[in-house]
């Protein structure tokens, strides 16, 4: 079964401490893995797609990293603006749906 | 403004009853898909509609229905309304299909009490 597993499932950071967020993933064949950013109470909002192992994408302070079984998303010295849920997703297999992870919550604290 | 429409925003409605939701995808793109986000589940998806026809279904309850008229834009029927059913209903939009990722609405926050 496709399965999309995130961890932490929350983060409290200080200000300009950075860290990662972790997505594994089981499918196969993987087209494509993607990095949303959700608000409370709005939709998500697309930050990256990487498509092969060892792809790496920069937007600002973070930085998506994807290998064979995982992807990364690396904070670089974040602040409170940053503060939301971020998901991972993948496409099933019939590429008819993105399947998400439960995503982490992350909160920055100045 | 993502360009993909949703309304309403919120809904209030009692058990039992029946609500629509509607939506309006980014111009251009083909592809309808709707998706459930409770706490405890994250976002589950209902199905996905192709220049007005069903493609795909995923966890969608057979209260459930939806359609993609020939303007594009769809709408999600959600009848015997139960109480687990209050949730935030999103609806995306994609040129053709998921392997190229989605644009979100802002969603509909239903409530059943």
């Known amino acids: 079964e496709d399965q999309v597993t995130q961890s932490p499932e929350a983060l409290r950071l200080q200000e300009g401490e950075s860290s990662s967020l972790n997505c594994s993933y089981t499918?196969?064949?993987?087209?494509?893995l993607f990095w949303y950013r959700q608000d409370p109470g709005k939709g998500p909002e697309f930050l990256f797609t990487l498509y092969s192992a060892g792809e790496e994408k920069e937007k600002e302070r973070l930085i998506a990293t994807l290998t064979k079984k995982e992807s990364f998303l690396h904070i670089t010295a974040p602040k409170p603006e940053d503060s939301a849920t971020y998901l991972c997703?993948?496409?099933?297999?019939?590429?008819?749906?993105?399947?998400f992870g439960k995503g982490t919550t992350l909160s920055v604290s100045s | 403004d993502s360009g993909v429409t949703q309304t309403p925003k919120h809904l209030i409605t009692a058990t039992g009853q029946r609500v629509t939701l509607r939506c309006s995808p980014r111009s251009g793109d083909l592809s309808v898909y709707w998706y459930q986000q409770s706490l405890d589940q994250g976002l589950q998806f209902l199905i996905q509609y192709y220049n007005g026809e069903e493609r795909a279904k995923g966890n969608i309850l057979e209260r459930f229905s939806a359609q993609q008229f020939p303007d594009l834009h769809s709408e999600l029927n959600l009848s015997s309304l139960e109480l687990g059913d209050s949730a935030l209903y999103f609806c995306a939009s994609s040129v053709m299909d998921s392997n190229y990722g989605y644009t979100f609405g802002s969603g509909t926050r239903l409530t059943v009490v």
């Open positions: 499918v196969s064949g993987l087209r494509g």
């Open positions: 997703a993948v496409p099933n297999q019939a590429g008819t749906a993105l399947i």
